[in-house]
C-alpha cells in the first residue's frame, strides 16, 4: 500500500517535474538567443549609427511619424467609442436615458487622453 | 449589383461564398476570404520552409528574406518584451506574417484584401487581447489587475481613475482592428477611385487628354500602399508585444 503510495507520488510529481525541466530548457535556449541578439544588436546598431550620421531624413522616418499619428489617433477615438457603448449598454439596461451615455463618454474622453499622454510619455523608441 | 455599377469602389469587398455550407444552420461556406486566408497561410508557409531549406552561409534571396524576417520580429519582441517576452515570438511572428502578407497579397490586382475585413482584424485583436488576460491571469494571478490600478495615486481618485483604466484596456483592442481595418479598407477604395477616373475619362471624349494624371497617381498610391501594408503589420505586431508585456509584468 505505502509503496503504491509512492508510486502515485512519483507519477503526481513526474509532470510536474517535466514541466519544471521544459521551463529550464526554455530558460537556457532562451539565454543563448538572447545574448546572441545583443551582440548582433550592438553591431546593428553601431552600424546603423555610422549610417544614419549623413542622411537625416529616411524613407523610415516618414512611415514611423505616420504610423505614430495614426495610432496616436485611433486610440483617442477607440477609448472615446469603448466608453460611449458602455454608457449607453447601462443606459438601455438600467432605463437612464442619456445619464450614463454622458458620464462614461466623459470618461471615455479621459481614457483617451490617458492613452495619448502614455504614448508620448514613453522614452523615444525608434519603433514609434 | 456587380453588373449594375462596375466601378463601385466597395464592390471589392463583398464577401462571395465559394462552396456554401450550412451545418446546424451555421453559415460556414468557404468564401473567396477563406480562399486568401488559405493562399496567405501557404505563401507565408512556403517562404519559410523554402527560404530555410538550403541553410546556406551566404544567403540567396529567399533565406535572406526569411532570416530578415524572422530577426525583425526577434529584436522587435526583444526590445519590447525583453527577456521573458521571448516566449510569445512564435506567436508574434505568426500573426505578423499572416498580417504582412494578408495586406501585400491583397494589393495584388483581382485578389481580395482579408484585413480590409472589420471581422478578421476584430478576431486577431481579440485573440491578442485573450491571451493577455488569460496568460496576465495564470502568471500573476491577482497581480494581474494591479494593471487597473495606477500607481502612487492617492486613494480617494481610486472611484474614477479604476474605470478610466478598465476603459483605456477595453479600447485596445478596438484600436488595434480599427486601424488596420481603416487603414486597408481606406487604402483600396482610394485606389479603386483612382482607377475608376482613369476609366471614365478615357470614355469622355477631348478630356481623355487628362487620363494619365489619376493613372499617375495611381501608381504613387500603390507604392504608398506597399508602405502602408508593411507599416501596419509592423505596429500590429509591436503593439501585440507592448500588451503582451504587461501581462508578463503588469503595473507600469
Same mark, same amino acid.
Given at each position: 500500500?505505502?509503496?503504491r503510495?509512492?508510486?502515485?507520488?512519483?507519477? *503526481?510529481?513526474?509532470?510536474?517535474?517535466?514541466?519544471? *525541466?521544459d521551463?529550464?530548457r526554455l *530558460?537556457?535556449r532562451?539565454?543563448? $538567443?538572447s545574448?546572441?541578439?545583443?551582440a548582433q544588436?550592438v553591431?546593428d546598431k553601431a552600424a546603423?549609427?555610422?549610417?544614419?550620421?549623413?542622411?537625416?531624413i529616411?524613407?523610415?522616418?516618414?512611415?514611423?511619424?505616420m504610423? $505614430?499619428?495614426? *495610432?496616436v489617433?485611433s486610440? @483617442?477615438?477607440?477609448?472615446? $467609442?469603448?466608453?460611449a457603448?458602455i454608457?449607453?449598454w447601462?443606459?438601455r439596461?438600467a432605463g437612464?436615458?442619456p445619464? @450614463?451615455?454622458?458620464?462614461f463618454? $466623459?470618461?471615455?474622453?479621459?481614457?483617451g @487622453?490617458w492613452?495619448v499622454?502614455?504614448?508620448?510619455?514613453?522614452?523615444?523608441n525608434?519603433?514609434? | 449589383?456587380a453588373?449594375e455599377?462596375?466601378?463601385?469602389?466597395?464592390?471589392?469587398f463583398v464577401?462571395k461564398p465559394?462552396v456554401?455550407l450550412?451545418?446546424l444552420?451555421i453559415d460556414a461556406?468557404?468564401?473567396?476570404?477563406s480562399?486568401?486566408?488559405?493562399?496567405?497561410?501557404?505563401?507565408? &508557409?512556403a517562404?519559410?520552409?523554402? /527560404?530555410t =531549406?538550403?541553410?546556406?552561409?551566404i544567403?540567396? %534571396?529567399? =533565406?535572406?528574406?526569411?532570416e530578415?524576417a524572422? =530577426?525583425?520580429?526577434a529584436?522587435?519582441?526583444?526590445? &519590447?518584451g +525583453?527577456h521573458?517576452?521571448m %516566449?510569445f515570438?512564435?506567436f508574434?511572428?505568426t500573426?505578423?506574417?499572416f498580417v504582412?502578407f494578408?495586406n501585400?497579397?491583397?494589393l495584388l490586382p483581382?485578389?481580395?484584401?482579408?484585413t480590409?475585413?472589420i471581422?478578421?482584424?476584430? &478576431?486577431?485583436?481579440m485573440?491578442?487581447i485573450?491571451?493577455?488576460?488569460v496568460?496576465?491571469?495564470?502568471? !500573476? +494571478?491577482k497581480?494581474?489587475?494591479?494593471?487597473f490600478?495606477?500607481s502612487?495615486?492617492?486613494?480617494?481618485?481610486?472611484?474614477?481613475l #479604476?474605470?478610466?483604466?478598465?476603459?483605456?484596456?477595453?479600447s485596445r483592442p478596438?484600436?488595434?482592428? #480599427?486601424?488596420?481595418?481603416? !487603414?486597408m479598407?481606406a487604402?483600396?477604395i482610394t485606389? =479603386?477611385?483612382?482607377?475608376?477616373f482613369v476609366?471614365?475619362l478615357l470614355?469622355? /471624349?477631348?478630356?481623355?487628354?487628362? &487620363?494619365?494624371?489619376?493613372f499617375?497617381m495611381?501608381?504613387v498610391?500603390t507604392?504608398f500602399?506597399?508602405?502602408?501594408a508593411?507599416l501596419?503589420?509592423?505596429?500590429?505586431?509591436i503593439?501585440?508585444? #507592448?500588451?503582451?508585456?504587461?501581462?508578463v509584468h503588469p +503595473?507600469?
Open positions: 500500500m505505502a509503496e503510495n509512492g508510486q502515485d507520488d512519483h507519477s *503526481r510529481q513526474k509532470p510536474e517535474a517535466s514541466r519544471e *525541466r521551463d529550464e *530558460r537556457a532562451l539565454n543563448t $538567443l545574448s546572441a541578439l545583443d544588436n553591431a546603423e549609427a555610422a549610417k544614419r550620421e549623413p542622411v537625416r529616411l524613407p523610415g522616418s516618414i512611415g514611423n511619424a504610423s $505614430l499619428a495614426v *495610432r489617433l486610440e @483617442f477615438v477607440a477609448a472615446v $467609442l469603448v466608453g457603448v454608457g449607453w447601462i443606459d439596461a437612464t436615458s445619464a @450614463f451615455l454622458i458620464v463618454l $466623459l470618461m471615455g474622453a479621459a481614457a @487622453f492613452n499622454y502614455r504614448i508620448a510619455m514613453k522614452p523615444p525608434p519603433e514609434g | 449589383m453588373e455599377n462596375p466601378m463601385d469602389p466597395i464592390h471589392q464577401i465559394i456554401s450550412h451545418p444552420g461556406s468557404f468564401t473567396n476570404a480562399l486568401f486566408m488559405v493562399i496567405v497561410v501557404l505563401a507565408a &508557409a517562404l519559410m520552409l523554402i /527560404g =531549406q538550403s541553410k546556406a552561409l544567403p540567396g %534571396r529567399l =533565406q535572406s528574406l526569411a530578415m524572422y =530577426q525583425f520580429v529584436s522587435t519582441v526583444h526590445m &519590447a +525583453g521573458d517576452g %516566449r515570438f512564435p508574434v511572428f500573426l505578423f506574417m504582412l494578408c501585400l497579397i491583397g483581382y485578389t481580395f484584401s482579408i480590409s475585413q471581422m478578421v482584424t476584430g &478576431a486577431l485583436a485573440l491578442v485573450s491571451i493577455v488576460v496568460y496576465g491571469l495564470i502568471h !500573476n +494571478g497581480g494581474f489587475l494591479k494593471l490600478v495606477p502612487g495615486v492617492p486613494v480617494a481618485l481610486m472611484p474614477l #479604476v474605470p478610466i483604466e478598465i476603459i483605456s484596456f477595453l478596438v484600436s488595434l482592428s #480599427v486601424r488596420l481595418f481603416a !487603414n479598407l487604402g483600396h485606389l =479603386q477611385v483612382m482607377g475608376g476609366v471614365s470614355g469622355a /471624349g477631348l478630356f481623355s487628354i487628362l &487620363a494619365p494624371l489619376p499617375a495611381t501608381i498610391l507604392a500602399e506597399l508602405l502602408v508593411v501596419q503589420a509592423y505596429v500590429f505586431a503593439l501585440t508585444c #507592448v500588451y503582451l508585456n504587461d501581462a +503595473g507600469h
